[in-house]
């Protein structure tokens, strides 16, 4: 089951934190990844050194998701290189939390051109080489926020929301041709994007999470992997939460 061998795999911001995971778990089953980044190239490499170390077969591709055109040249790049590209995880992004009405316009597009304009550049490179070759797994990542919303997250909130509309969407557009399309909604996973809250923030937090702990990446890598393999064929346009049970 949940056999990669032969697939070669692209994790956008595949660094740190679930990217890192995810890249990291896809390897281990026989996958060969693409690590994307922007900003972290040591800890790139160290991810591909890391899989490498533990027989597995690995790559860094730097290139910032946020310029959309870049971004998809870059993923039809790799494509290309590589033969084919037969999963794409979708999950560089970014947070930069304020109400609304104290948000400012530059943040909302700052965020929207990595979590949402990102997401699709990459997918247009990605679905073109699927729908050639007929077979692809695009797995973005959401959040438990783009459902429920969260005071505090206005622009994260809606960029995580629309994912799921572009989820369901590709999912309809390119089924005939073989490409599932799916959305992973991790809740309160621990990463550097969550280790900036505040303690008492925390405790607060941990009291809506029925199973009583934060998430790993590895837990929300088992749920990538799933939907990156075969068992996973007859799944498509759906949102996969990977919450402890906070939202259900
Ligand atoms: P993180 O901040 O640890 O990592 C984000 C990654 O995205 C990094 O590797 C970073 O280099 C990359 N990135 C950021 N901007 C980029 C750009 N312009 N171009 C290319 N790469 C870029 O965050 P994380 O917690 O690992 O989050 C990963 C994904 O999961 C994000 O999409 C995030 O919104 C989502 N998510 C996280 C949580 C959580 O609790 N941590 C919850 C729900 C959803």
Redesign the pocket.
């Known amino acids: 089951m949940f056999d990669l061998n032969g697939k070669i795999a692209l994790v956008?911001?595949?660094?740190?934190?679930?990217?890192r995971a995810v890249a990291e778990a896809l390897a281990e089953r026989g996958a060969h990844v693409v690590v994307?980044?922007?900003?972290?190239e040591d800890q790139a490499r160290e991810v591909v050194a890391g899989i490498a170390a533990r027989g597995g077969k690995a790559e860094l591709v730097g290139f910032?998701?946020?310029d959309m055109t870049r971004a998809e040249e870059a993923v039809t790049g790799i494509a290309k290189r590589l033969g084919r590209l037969d999963i794409l995880v979708a999950?560089?992004?970014?947070?930069i939390d304020a109400l609304l009405l104290r948000v400012k316009e530059e943040d909302i597009d700052q965020v929207f051109s990595?979590?949402v304009k990102?997401a699709l550049g990459c997918a247009r490179g990605a679905i073109k080489a699927m729908m050639r070759a007929r077979y692809g797994r695009v797995i973005f990542?959401s959040?438990?926020v783009g459902e429920t919303g969260n005071a505090g997250q206005a622009a994260y909130s809606a960029s995580?929301a629309a994912i799921i509309g572009l989820s369901k969407t590709l999912a309809r557009e390119y089924a005939s041709r073989n490409v599932t399309v799916n959305a992973v909604a991790?809740?309160?996973?621990d990463?550097?994007?969550?280790r900036a809250i505040s303690d008492a923030a925390r405790a607060e937090l941990l009291k809506g999470i029925p199973l009583g702990r934060v998430g790993s990446g590895a837990d929300v890598a088992a749920a990538v992997v799933y939907l990156a393999s075969d068992e996973a064929a007859y799944v498509t346009g759906q949102v996969l939460r990977v919450n402890g049970g906070m939202y259900a």
Not at 186 to 189: A, L, V
Request: aromatic residues 6%; charged residues 15%; hydrophobic residues 35%.
């Open positions: 956008t911001g595949g660094s740190r934190g679930i990217g994307g980044y922007v900003r972290g910032d998701v946020s999950n560089a992004g970014i947070a990595v979590n990102g990542l959040s438990v995580k991790p809740g309160f996973i990463t550097d994007m969550t």
